[in-house]
C-alpha cells in the first residue's frame, strides 16, 4: 500500500452523520456533515428518521467526494462508526426501515424494565451480557415495540423484517440487501449478546421476550463487510472494513490496547472505558463490563460507565433556558467566577446512569442564593459533567484495583480547557485531551487499515503519531475532596427525596 492511501469513513451519532477522509497515519483531510432531526414522540421518548439518516450519509459522502474527486482511486475502504444502542426495524426486500429508529436516551421501557428486576433477572443477564437491565439499552424498547406493533412481531419472527444497530442498517442498505452483519461492540450492547460465548444468547432473547427469524452476522471490526458504491456515487465498489461502536473506536484510536488503559469521550452523553484486559470481569460498582473489541478471536474487556447527560447539559442550557447562545461562551462565564458559589448542579434529566441507575429521579439545581448568578449556574454545569465523571472513573478505579494516573479525553468538549482542567484537579491526575477531535471515526479508520493490511499490528499503530493537551492537577488536594463532598451530598438529596402527597 503506497502513501496516497485513504480511507472513507461514516461517522453516525446521535446529533449528525458525517463523512471524511483519513490518511493511514491518522490525519483527517476533510469532512462533511448533517444534522438530523431529534423526534419526540412523547415524554421520555426519542427518535430518529433512519431513512434520514440513510440519505445524510450518501448525501455527505457524496458532497465530501466531489470535492476529492483525484483522490477516487486512492480509497481503499469505507469504515463506519456509530451511535451504539440506537436499533432500527428494517424491511429484508428493500431495507427502508419499518418504524423509526429508538434511540438510546429514549426511556419508553423503563416499565418492562422494572417488571424484569422485579422478576429477579437482573444478576442473570448482567453475568452473561456485563450490563445492567435498563432501558439505555435496546432489548426493553423492542419488546415495548413489538407489543405495541404486532405487525412488526410477526415480520420479525418469520424474517421478512430485519433489527440491527445503525451499523448494521447502514451497512445492510450500502450492500444492497447483500451483507447483514454487525461487530461484536455493537452486538454486545443489546442486552441479548453473551459477551463471554462471543454470540447471540436465545436464554437472553427469552427473558426479554423476543423471537427472531434471524439475527445479523457477528464479525470482527477488522473484518469485510461487503461492497459498496455508496449508491453510485463512487465509479467503483469498495470493501466496509473497519465497523465499530462510537465509544469502543475512541478507547481503540486513543491507543489504550493495554491493562490499565482509560478514556472519556465528551459527547451528547459519555462513556468512559478502562481497559482491563483479555478475560471477563463484573463489576460491584454500578459500572457495566463491555467488550472493548475482538481481535484474531480474542476478546478485550473493559469496565464502562455510561453517562446519559453531560454535553447535552450544555445544549440544555442553549435551547430550553437561553443562558448561552453558543457551547463556547460556558468557558468564559466559569472563569468570570472564582466558584460556583456554593451551586451544584444535578444533570439528572433522564435519570442517572452509572454509578446510581436511577432512571426515576430528575435533574435539578442546589444550593442557590440571592448572589447566585447566571454565571455560576453555567460553572455549576459544567463542574456537573466533571463531577459524574469523577464519580464513574473513581468506582471503575476500585472495581479494577488500579490508581489512575492518565486519563485520555476525547470529543467536543475536549476544547473546554476549564473542563479538561477540572477533571484533572478533581481526579488528582494527568489529562490527555485529543487535538483530533473524531477519535470515534478515527478508531474505526486504524480497524479497517488491520483488516486492509495497512498496518499489520497494534504495535505499528502504536508508533503513529498523536497530537493531544496535557492537563496536569493544580488544585490541593483537599479542596478537590471538599468540592466532591458536596456534589455527593448533593446527589444524595436528589436520590433520596421524600416522596410527595
Known amino acids: 500500500m503506497n502513501s496516497e492511501n485513504l480511507f472513507l469513513v461514516i461517522d453516525q451519532s446521535t446529533s449528525s452523520t458525517k463523512a471524511m477522509l483519513f490518511t493511514p497515519d491518522g490525519r483527517l483531510m476533510d469532512q462533511e456533515w448533517l444534522l438530523h432531526r431529534q423526534i419526540y414522540p412523547s415524554a421520555g421518548w426519542v427518535e430518529h428518521d433512519a431513512e434520514e439518516i440513510f440519505k445524510n ?11 476529492h474527486l483525484e483522490q477516487w482511486n486512492n480509497i481503499v475502504a469505507l469504515s463506519i462508526t456509530n451511535q451504539r444502542e440506537t436499533f432500527v426495524i428494517f424491511d429484508r426486500e428493500t431495507g427502508r426501515p419499518l418504524h423509526n429508529a429508538i434511540v438510546w436516551q429514549c426511556r419508553r421501557g423503563d416499565d418492562i424494565c422494572k417488571q424484569l428486576i422485579s422478576a429477579s433477572n437482573d444478576e442473570a443477564v448482567h453475568t452473561l451480557t456485563g450490563l445492567k437491565i435498563d432501558t439505555y439499552f ?28 445503525i451499523d448494521t442498517y447502514l451497512i445492510y442498505r450500502l450492500t444492497g440487501g447483500k ?48 461492497d459498496t458504491d455508496l449508491n453510485g456515487s463512487l465509479d467503483r465498489r469498495i470493501p466496509i472494513c473497519g465497523v465499530m461502536g462510537d465509544s469502543q473506536a475512541a478507547l481503540f484510536a486513543q491507543r489504550c490496547f493495554t491493562p490499565g488503559g482509560a478514556k472519556v469521550t465528551f459527547g451528547t452523553g459519555s462513556s468512559i472505558l478502562l481497559n482491563i484486559g483479555h478475560e471477563k470481569r463484573l463489576s460491584a460498582q454500578g459500572t457495566v463490563t463491555a467488550l472493548g473489541w475482538v481481535l484474531q478471536g480474542q476478546p478485550t474487556y473493559a469496565f464502562e460507565g455510561i453517562i446519559n447527560f453531560t454535553g447535552a447539559t450544555i445544549s440544555w442550557m442553549r435551547d430550553q433556558l437561553q443562558l448561552i447562545e453558543n457551547p463556547n461562551e ?15 448542579f444535578i444533570p439528572a434529566f433522564v435519570g442517572l446512569s452509572a454509578p446510581y441507575w436511577r432512571a426515576d429521579v430528575r435533574a435539578a439545581i442546589l444550593g442557590m442564593s440571592p448572589s447566585t448568578t447566571r454565571a455560576h449556574i ?31 479525553a476525547d470529543g467536543g468538549a475536549v476544547r473546554n480547557a476549564f473542563l479538561m482542567q477540572f477533571v484533572a484537579d478533581l ?5 490527555r485531551a485529543a487535538q483530533t477531535p473524531e477519535l470515534s471515526a478515527l478508531g474505526a479508520v486504524f480497524n479497517g487499515c488491520l483488516g486492509m493490511q495497512v498496518h499489520n499490528s497494534l504495535e505499528d499503530l502504536e508508533k503513529l503519531p498523536f497530537g493531544f493537551v496535557k492537563y496536569t492537577a493544580s488544585m490541593e488536594a483537599g479542596r478537590a475532596e471538599e468540592l466532591f463532598a458536596g456534589w455527593r451530598s448533593a446527589v444524595q438529596q436528589v436520590l433520596y427525596q421524600p416522596k410527595q402527597g
Not at 191 to 203: A, C, P, Q, R, V
Not at 330 to 344: N, Q
Not at 381 to 399: F, N
Open 378 to 408: 453555567v460553572r455549576a454545569a459544567l463542574e456537573s459533567i466533571g463531577y459524574i465523571v469523577t464519580d464513574v472513573l473513581k468506582a471503575m478505579g476500585e472495581d479494577a484495583g488500579v490508581k489512575l494516573s492518565t486519563v485520555h
Open 57 to 67: 450519509t450518501l448525501n455527505t459522502a457524496s458532497s465530501l467526494l466531489q470535492r
Open 427 to 431: 481526579n488528582q491526575l494527568k489529562v
Open 179 to 226: 451483507v447483514y452483519a454487525t461487530d461484536h461492540t455493537n452486538a454486545s450492547r443489546t442486552l441479548f449478546y453473551d459477551i463471554e460465548k462471543l454470540g447471540w444468547s436465545e436464554d437472553l432473547c427469552k427473558v426479554f421476550g423476543l423471537e427472531f427469524g434471524v439475527l445479523p452476522d457477528v464479525r470482527e471490526s477488522t473484518a469485510w463487510y461487503g
Open 138 to 165: 435496546p432489548a426493553s424498547k423492542l419488546r415495548w415495540l413489538l407489543d405495541a406493533r404486532a405487525d412488526l412481531r410477526t415480520k420479525l419472527k418469520d424474517g421478512s423484517a430485519l433489527f440491527g444497530t
Open 330 to 344: 460556558t468557558e468564559t462565564l466559569a472563569r468570570s467566577v472564582s466558584g460556583s458559589d456554593g451551586v451544584y
